[in-house]
């Protein structure tokens, strides 16, 4: 919220420096009209053009800032080690506790959240499990299942596996066919 309230803030900026840097070079070179200048001191006129000029590129780039977007913000968790650096990057690791967590059984409909802590990675699991199976004995084999594979996987430490039982779906009733 606060990279957006900056952005915006810059933009303003450097929108209204912009338009007050183009009407004093327009003021000053002539173009417009205006009554008060003295022509006679040329090195203030010339110093209030260059000052004003350097102002309006400085507006442009900061309005450049404000409207482009970063690309290379991907989040990532960094390890190091003996050979070099290793980013991983949260997507990643979402992708990899939904593969964990589909393992259980009557888990479905999963969806992972991952949040960087000092102490490792917090992740919240949201699921829609069947009716028929126990919730305490599923969440359990998530947390753990999910838990498990990710530190054996990647390396790094899992500081606390939620789990959040959005709903509960009904088995299906199965119906066998007949041929006739």
Known sequence: MAKLLDRLLLFLYSLIVAVLSVLAILLLSGVAPFNEIDADNQTVFTTSIIVLAVLFLLSVRFFYISIRRDRNAVPSIDQRTEYGEIQISVETIENLCLKAASKVRGVRDLKARVKVTQ???????????????????????????????????????????????????????????RVE
Not at 156 to 166: D, H, Q, R
Request: aromatic share 6%.
């Open 119 to 177: 102490s490792g990675i917090d992740i919240t699991i949201r699921a829609v499990v069947e009716g028929d199976l126990s919730i305490p004995v599923m969440t359990s084999d998530v947390q753990k299942q999910v838990h498990d594979y990710l530190q054996e996987t990647t390396g790094i430490p899992v500081a606390n596996v939620s789990v959040y039982i959005a709903n509960v779906a009904q088995a299906a009733p199965s119906f066998k066919s």
